[in-house]
């Protein structure tokens, strides 16, 4: 009995053990199935994570701790030019990483340090490389893959392009160091290579100028130039044939290579200029407050495809400031060279000159001179023909002086009329020398008109160490050069003289053989009536210049051939008081004004300006107005024929007694008859 129940006791067990057998293999199908769902899912996570990888914006890749690339993603693939099978198992150094940057940093380290240390160099930025050679920036994030065993086994990189954002901020640091050099105290001699080593950080500036306008010549001029082919640049018109004067003239960037200059018709008129040399030309005007002053250009002859419609942008953009920089750095200097040159003649000015006579007053100077100069009539000049031919004269003795002048001569206008030579290391007989270069200079000056021919007195100073005070010094000059002007007081005033005549002549051709012919009759004349030698200088002096203030006439009306209208008369009437307020001007020809005032007065009070009668009108111009009128009716004039001399006399007798003195008509009579 008992083996039969150990029997079926045993058989129970096996139930059981067959049983929980079962729900073993039950929990064991239950566990597959999880794990092919778990598999399944892990599956298509990974493919949705590899379609994500590939297909993200970023570039993702993984190398190993040697550097080599293990996985690169379609994004990285398009951006970097490479394909799959290109890159796999390349070094990322010397493939999508240069050895050394721009910045000549040596990437091959910074590579070893990421994969060194992952953690630390979670984030870096640096400078990559495409396959077609392109620099670009990018920005990485980087994270370390564990083995099993909880070492590194690859680097997980993830890069975004930061070229535009690197090129943004490289661009602010050159528009800030251009604006900080334009702030700066450096010359635009010294502003321009600046400029262009700034724009080299942007561009490529192998050939490189800045063209700019004198708008006083109307010409284009290049202060900076720096070609392989053309070292050097001529001034043009603005009108010339060149795409440096279109950009100019239109105020618009022009990019233009081989390709362009065939098919663009606007392009053609400038084909021969453009030639076969260059490749690429980019050009933007540099404009500042609406106003075009000038180019700013970049070329090639090796590389046609060396800029692109992204550079006229940034070019343009860079223009503008470089444009502001230059017009301040221009006034500045302007103001620079106003502050020690006078403006009117561009010639140094009193405080320089003083500044520098101090510095110069040394021994090692010695001997150390100084030329005084003043010029004679000036003000003459001023009031008779206007104060810009003042100004005229005063440029033109400018030119005169900086003609003759030395290399180190320190040539300066000290006052309105009076300027001044600091000679350094000049003995006293080489002074001597250069001042009579001066008056032959002077002398032998042919401008015209001939009133801006100078007349000047001259002194002199030689300094070897006696005056130490260079008050003294300028004030020894000063009486040397007075004492000049003193003893040529007569010559200066012949000068003046001849000028007007010269004046009058170029005004009227007549005017100078019939003042020529005056003076005989005038002074036969004035003999006859007893005059003394005083008033016989002055008579010849007034049938000189009696008619001086035609000058002021418009030729419009001393040279119509038909009647004066009334307005025009009255015009030419004027002329009597124009002369008296010149002569009344000029010291030698003061004592001849009121008769130049009244030389048209009539005897019977009916004549011009003052309406005076009678022996009222001064004796001279008595005496003029009847020898003036004799000659002219004999003589062709624009607005008259000429007559006989004894129709001439009979008009003369005629009007004795209305127009003209008796007693003068009568004894002028028996002159000219004789």
Same mark, same amino acid.
């Given at each position: 009995?008992g083996?039969?129940?150990d029997?079926?006791k045993?058989k129970?067990?096996? !139930?059981?053990?067959l ?11 239950? *566990? ?8 399944k ?12 990888v ?7 890749l993984?190398?190993d !701790?040697?550097?080599r690339?293990?996985?690169?993603n379609?994004?990285?693939q398009?951006f970097f030019?490479?394909t799959?099978d ?6 990322v150094?010397g ?8 910045s000549?940093?040596?990437?091959r380290a ?6 060194k ?5 979670s984030?870096?930025e640096n400078?990559?490389i ?17 083995d099993?065993d909880g070492?590194?086994s690859?680097?997980?990189c ?13 661009? #602010?640091?050159v ?6 050099a334009a702030n ?5 001699n #010294?502003?321009y290579?600046?400029?262009? #080593?700034?724009l080299?950080n942007v561009?490529d500036?192998?050939?490189?100028y800045?063209a ?9 001029f290049f202060?900076?130039?720096?070609d392989?082919?053309?070292?050097i640049?001529?001034?043009r018109?603005?009108?010339h044939?060149s795409?440096?004067?279109e950009?100019i003239r239109?105020?618009k960037p ?8 065939k098919?663009e018709?606007?392009? *053609? ?13 980019l050009?933007?005007?540099?404009k @500042?407050e609406d106003?075009?002053i000038?180019?700013m250009?970049?070329q090639?002859y ?7 419609e992204?550079?006229?942008q940034?070019l343009e ?17 302007? =103001?620079k060279f106003?502050?020690?040159?006078d ?5 140094y000015?009193?405080a320089?000159?003083?500044?520098? =006579?101090?510095?110069?007053?040394t ?10 100069i003043d010029?004679n009539? *000036? ?5 008779t ?7 005229k004269l005063?440029?033109h003795l400018a030119?005169?002086?900086?003609s ?6 320190i040539i300066?206008r000290?006052g ?5 030579i ?6 006293? #007989?080489?002074?001597?020398?250069i ?6 200079v ?16 001259l002194?002199?100073i ?10 003294i010094?300028l004030?020894e ?6 004492q ?5 007081t ?8 001849d000028?007007?005549?010269l ?10 053989d019939?003042a ?8 036969s ?9 005083y008033?016989?200088n002055?008579?010849?002096? =007034?049938?000189?210049l009696?008619?001086?203030?035609k000058?002021g006439?418009?030729?419009?009306i ?6 004066? @209208?009334p ?14 307020r010149m002569a009344?001007?000029i010291?030698?020809?003061?004592p001849?004004a009121?008769e130049i005032?009244?030389h048209?007065e ?12 009678g022996?009222k009108?001064?004796l001279?111009?008595r ?16 607005y008259k ?7 001439? =006399?009979k008009e003369i007798?005629k ?8 007693q ?8 000219v008859?004789t």
């Amino acid at each position: 009995m008992g083996k039969v129940k150990d029997s079926e006791k045993t058989k129970e067990q096996l !139930i059981n053990e067959l049983s929980e057998f079962r729900q073993q293999v039950f929990e064991l199908k239950k *566990l597959e199935i999880k794990r092919k769902k778990v598999e399944k899912a892990l599956r298509e996570s990974e493919k949705k994570y590899r379609e994500l990888v590939q297909n993200t914006n970023s570039i993702v890749l993984r190398m190993d !701790i040697k550097g080599r690339i293990t996985f690169f993603n379609k994004f990285a693939q398009k951006f970097f030019g490479y394909t799959e099978d290109e890159i796999l198992g390349k070094n990322v150094v010397g493939t999508i990483v240069p050895e050394i940057d721009s910045s000549h940093s040596y990437l091959r380290a910074m590579i070893k340090d990421i994969i060194k240390d992952p953690e630390r160099y979670s984030v870096n930025e640096n400078e990559n490389i495409r396959q077609n050679g392109e620099r670009v920036w990018l920005a990485w994030t980087n994270k370390g893959v564990f083995d099993k065993d909880g070492h590194i086994s690859e680097i997980l990189c993830i890069g975004n392009d930061i070229t535009e954002r690197k090129r943004n901020e490289k661009l #602010q640091r050159v528009l800030y160091n251009i604006s900080k050099a334009a702030n700066s105290p450096i010359s635009l001699n #010294q502003f321009y290579p600046l400029i262009h #080593q700034e724009l080299s950080n942007v561009l490529d500036t192998t050939n490189f100028y800045i063209a700019l306008v004198d708008e006083k010549e109307d010409k284009i001029f290049f202060p900076y130039n720096i070609d392989n082919s053309k070292p050097i640049h001529l001034p043009r018109t603005i009108d010339h044939n060149s795409l440096v004067a279109e950009v100019i003239r239109i105020g618009k960037p022009i990019f233009v290579n081989q390709e362009m200059i065939k098919g663009e018709k606007f392009m *053609l008129k400038f084909k021969e200029w453009f030639g076969t040399l260059r490749k690429v030309w980019l050009g933007v005007p540099l404009k @500042a407050e609406d106003k075009t002053i000038g180019a700013m250009v970049v070329q090639s002859y090796t590389n046609p495809e060396l800029y692109s419609e992204k550079d006229i942008q940034l070019l343009e953009f860079v223009s503008s400031q470089v444009a502001t920089a230059i017009q301040r750095k221009h006034t500045e200097e302007k =103001l620079k060279f106003l502050s020690f040159h006078d403006a009117l003649t561009g010639l140094y000015n009193r405080a320089y000159f003083e500044e520098e =006579l101090k510095r110069l007053n040394t021994p090692r100077y010695y001997p150390l001179s100084i030329i005084s100069i003043d010029v004679n009539g *000036l003000k003459v000049v001023n009031d008779t023909f206007g104060h810009d031919q003042g100004d005229k004269l005063l440029q033109h003795l400018a030119s005169l002086l900086a003609s003759i002048s030395r290399k180190g001569d320190i040539i300066a206008r000290v006052g309105g009329d009076e300027f001044a030579i600091l000679l350094p290391s000049t003995s006293s #007989q080489a002074t001597l020398d250069i001042c009579e270069r001066i008056r032959k200079v002077c002398l032998e000056d042919d401008i015209k008109p001939a009133y801006l021919r100078v007349n000047l007195a001259l002194g002199y100073i030689t300094q070897e160490g006696e005056y130490k005070d260079i008050k003294i010094l300028l004030k020894e000059a000063d009486k040397k050069m007075y004492q000049d002007k003193l003893f040529s007081t007569k010559s200066r005033e012949k000068h003046l003289l001849d000028s007007f005549q010269l004046v009058l002549a170029e005004r009227d051709p007549h005017t100078e053989d019939h003042a020529q012919r005056l003076q005989w009759l005038a002074l036969s004349l004035g003999k006859k009536v007893g005059l003394s030698e005083y008033q016989l200088n002055n008579l010849r002096l =007034l049938a000189l210049l009696h008619d001086i203030g035609k000058i002021g006439i418009p030729d419009s009306i001393l040279f119509k051939t038909s009647s004066l @209208a009334p307005s025009e008369w009255k015009k030419m009437k004027e002329h009597s008081r124009i002369g008296y307020r010149m002569a009344k001007q000029i010291p030698y020809f003061a004592p001849i004004a009121q008769e130049i005032l009244h030389h048209h007065e009539h005897w019977d009070g009916k004549g011009y300006p003052d309406g005076l009668k009678g022996e009222k009108i001064p004796l001279l111009s008595r005496i003029i107005s009847i020898v003036d009128a004799y000659d002219v009716m004999q003589s062709r004039r624009p607005y008259k024929g000429k007559i006989t001399k004894v129709k001439a =006399l009979k008009e003369i007798k005629k009007y004795a007694g209305t127009q003209f003195d008796p007693q003068l008509v009568e004894i002028f009579l028996k002159i000219v008859k004789t």
